[in-house]
């Protein structure tokens, strides 16, 4: 979806990055919501202030002055002001997000307990809690506490019955071909990645790093698809999306914020449309039945199928139907059948030989698939 165009354009002296897939607005978050249209956003990604009520400086062993968030955005009167805040943003990221739409929202353990209530309380549904452990987290220099190792990420739809996107197999293709668990170990941002102000310090406290956000947006997003960052910062959101061709709408109220930012996106390459492909998810893919096969001649009635073990043999009837036996139904019922378990994936246990070679039933859906292509 284009971003648009009625938007107001980030301020002259950080210009939008110089591709149309994103835009930068400086202004308050929940004003510019405000003015956006309702459920025009695919997936809210928010690093929103931790409030992290710290007390007094922090210094390193040696001496040297522990650069912490103390700046006058993450600063709020009491936590009572914090929650009206918090309840204030995600009101109008649930009115603007799609119906089938995410939002992920990250947190340390000084706020993501208080956000995770509003979210409840503005009938958000939870699908997981994302735990982010830190590879290389900054220690605790005054030994009082535990190594503070990990930030917490959470995943909300906006109703329990809402089909959001949720690219499973791309996952699991990103994770050496194992199911994605929801402890994630990636490194914090540092080295080149860590972008500088002119003073040589950080130009954003709570940088987050870029592999972050890309397993976020490719678990979550398609290729086209409109992400919205309320609390922009220095744009690894925009950054992220652009490289994968995601359409962007980053909110940013602080001007060097927004300069960094827009620097930074110019700079970025977006990948080849053929490398943003990934493994299609089943479930998105159309529903076949084995009759079709049977219909279209890949499996002409009569022919036998068997286990992967040749342990049972079944012949193949002209409704698309299997004989084993005492055995009779469908691909999937005589399977578990004959193994006398309540379910089978008839496509992956059954098997067609070809040239000498067993081929599973699934082989032949995918060129079923591929002729309608």
Known sequence: MPVPDALPRVRKKATAAPDTTGRMIAGDCIEVMRSLPAKSVDLIFADPPYNLQLGGDLFRPEGGRVDAVDNDWDRFDSLAAYDKFTRAWLTEARRILKDDGAIWVIGSYHNIFRVGAALQDLDYWILNDIVWRKANPMPNF?????????????????????????????????????????????????GAERLKGGDGHKAHPTQKPESLLYRVLLACTKPGDTVLDPFFGTGTTGAVAKRLGRHWIGIEREPDYLEAAAARIAATLPLDESAMETVPDKRSQPRVAFGLLVESGLVPPGTQLTDA?????????????????????????????????????????????????????????????????
């Not at 109703?159 to 668990?181: G, P």
């Open 142 to 190: 005054r030994g009082t506490r535990f190594t503070n190792a990990h930030e917490t990420l959470l995943w909300c739809a906006k109703s329990a019955d809402a089909k959001y996107t949720f690219n499973y197999r791309a996952m699991k293709a990103l994770n050496d071909d194992l199911q994605m668990r929801s402890d994630w170990v990636l490194p914090i941002c540092s």
């Open 309 to 373: 073990k040749r342990r049972w043999k079944a012949a193949v009837r002209a409704d698309g139907s299997l004989n084993c036996g005492p055995h009779e139904g469908s691909i999937h019922k005589v399977g578990a059948g004959l193994n006398k378990a309540p379910s089978c994936n008839g496509w992956t246990y059954w098997h067609i030989e070809r040239q000498g070679r067993l081929v599973p039933l699934d082989t032949l859906r995918q060129e079923h698939l591929a002729g309608l292509a």
